[in-house]
């Protein structure tokens, strides 16, 4: 017994425990209250002198720690360094921390109960790696907690590259910065190159920059898209992020007669000619419409009211670097992507036998090539700010901070226009897609499913970061736990409440199968 120990109870504390297991054991009573015992916990430590309630594992885990003390057989501790572990195989490493640690520590119930854990941190930035192993006397695993799926669209920075589509299985308490670590897992990616957006209808819903933004506020039927971005940390380069819409100039119409009193639904379209706002299903309906049709027609063929484009297709960002923001790079990475959501067929309504003769002496008469398309910069719901955006109008400093949309060139009274029609997004499924993970309430869980949840690896957000010896500032980094060495007594601790907020909090109470 170590009585001179200042972290320990002068031996005061390891003495009423052990009248305590005696009084247990002798037979004596049919039932003990361990009053004795309380009161010297609450003499010597002032967390448990009030009548409160207090945390089972918390106590288990400081009466565990205090014990060791008065019993710590080290009676000068020596001062060591930590083990630095860079280029040294784990078991050397791992071998090495256990041995100082026990230079310092030294017990029964350490002799029982003292692991090892390894702790390994990836930098997200520059993928400096640190490994740590550390001891302890009990673990904490948490349980599976009911899960919700939620489907997202991948978009990687090059246009080139095909979107994927991933299947995730959050906790119904996740937050949107578990859904970006997810993510930020299955692609290998930091999540400080990761924008995620809700999509409704061709328009940005929601920019979910908020990490504290609950999964289950998304709705089933909005797309979540979580695209790829440049890091400028990472290029040392200034970049830019443009979120761009697609939207058809003339909105196409409904699939109904206009006249209230036919209302069919029309196998071929007869537009309004002025305007192109309306259809029917023949002449004679466009007739008997046009005496309450006209005076919209009038605003609409004047200009006084204006067609409000309709938006089209899947948004995405775009993700250059500064230096490259020109009309061009721009034009051919939002068709590359706007192409993968929508089918583009040119109409010409051009062709003369002449049309391939070109006046080559007088290059004012060439022909244009044809742009299906022009940019507007819009609002996050489409709404117009600016149209028709000019080559010298994409400056870094005009697009920052703005939506751009494309604006396909659709309207059939031009000499050549385009058919734009929607389609599902191309991309690959990734295997988790077409994988079903079968429900946690109705699947008993074991001590294994736990053990396994405790181990997998976790992003720590910015709230968490982790200062890297590498980039000399607190990173975003990813975090495994494993268990490296077993004690003889393995004490679990089962994390059975979950919090949603400091003062809300359930417990979950299934039942966990463990092996006797």
């Not at 006249?259 to 192109?276: T, W």
């Not at 309906?285 to 484009?309: A, F, I, M, V």
């Not at 090539?369 to 609002?379: D, G, K, M, N, Y």
Request: hydrophobic share 35%.
């Amino acid at each position: 017994m170590n009585k001179a120990n200042p972290l320990g109870c002068q031996g005061k504390l390891s003495l009423g425990f052990a009248s305590l297991v005696k009084a247990l054991w002798d037979g004596e009573k049919e039932y003990l209250r361990p009053v004795h015992f309380r009161h010297l916990v609450m003499t010597k430590f002032s967390e448990f002198s009030n009548l409160n309630q207090h945390d089972a594992q918390e106590f288990l885990s400081f009466f565990m720690d205090k014990l060791h003390e008065d019993l710590n057989r080290i009676k000068k501790k020596p001062t060591t360094d930590p083990v630095d572990s860079k280029g040294q195989p784990d078991m050397k490493v791992a071998s090495e921390s256990w041995r100082r640690y026990k230079l310092r520590n030294d017990s029964q119930i350490e002799d029982l109960f003292l692991g090892q854990f390894k702790s390994t941190l990836v930098c997200s930035t520059c993928e400096e790696t640190s490994v740590v192993f550390d001891p302890f006397l009990s673990i904490s695993v948490p349980l599976p907690k009911k899960m919700l799926a939620r489907e997202v669209l991948f978009l990687p920075q090059n246009p080139d590259r095909i979107p994927i589509r991933y299947l995730l299985h959050l906790p119904e308490d996740a937050k949107m910065e578990l859904l970006k670590a997810s993510v930020a897992r299955r692609t290998e990616l930091s999540m400080t190159k990761l924008r995620v957006f809700e999509v409704h209808k061709g328009k940005f819903q929601t920019l979910m920059s908020a990490n504290r933004i609950h999964v289950a506020r998304i709705l089933p039927t909005d797309t979540v898209i979580v695209c790829e971005v440049l890091s400028d940390l990472q290029i040392r380069k200034p970049v830019i992020e443009i979120p761009t819409m697609q939207r058809l100039v003339v909105p196409k119409v409904s699939e109904r007669c206009n006249l209230a009193s036919c209302n069919k639904k029309l196998d071929k379209q007869r537009k309004c000619s002025a305007c192109l706002q309306v259809a029917y299903c023949g002449v004679d309906c466009q007739r008997s419409d046009w005496t309450s049709h006209k005076n919209e027609c009038e605003l609409y063929r004047t200009g006084r009211k204006c067609r409000n484009p309709q938006p089209v297709g899947c948004p995405f960002v775009l993700s250059l670097l500064e230096e490259e923001c020109k009309f061009e790079r721009i034009s051919k990475m939002a068709e590359t992507y706007a192409k993968r959501s929508v089918d583009v067929t040119v109409v010409d309504n051009s062709f003369t036998g002449d049309d391939n003769e070109m006046d080559e002496e007088n290059p004012v008469n060439q022909k244009k090539p044809f742009v299906p398309f022009t940019f507007s910069l819009v609002s996050r719901f489409g709404e117009t700010k600016k149209a028709n955006l000019k080559p010298e109008d994409f400056k870094p400093s005009d697009l920052r901070h703005n939506f751009l949309s494309l604006d396909w060139q659709n309207n059939s009274k031009l000499l050549k226009f385009v058919m734009v029609n929607e389609k599902p997004v191309d991309c690959v499924n990734d295997a988790s897609a077409s994988h079903h993970r079968p429900n946690s309430d109705a699947q008993p869980i074991t001590l294994e499913d736990c053990l396994e949840l405790f181990t997998e690896p976790e992003t720590l957000t910015e709230n968490d970061s982790w200062y890297c010896p590498e980039c000399k500032v607190h990173r975003e980094a990813t975090k495994q736990m494993s268990l490296w060495r077993l004690p003889k007594v393995l004490v679990i601790h089962l994390k059975r409440f979950s919090y949603q907020n400091f003062i809300l909090r359930g417990k979950i109470d299934k039942f966990v199968k463990f092996p006797i």
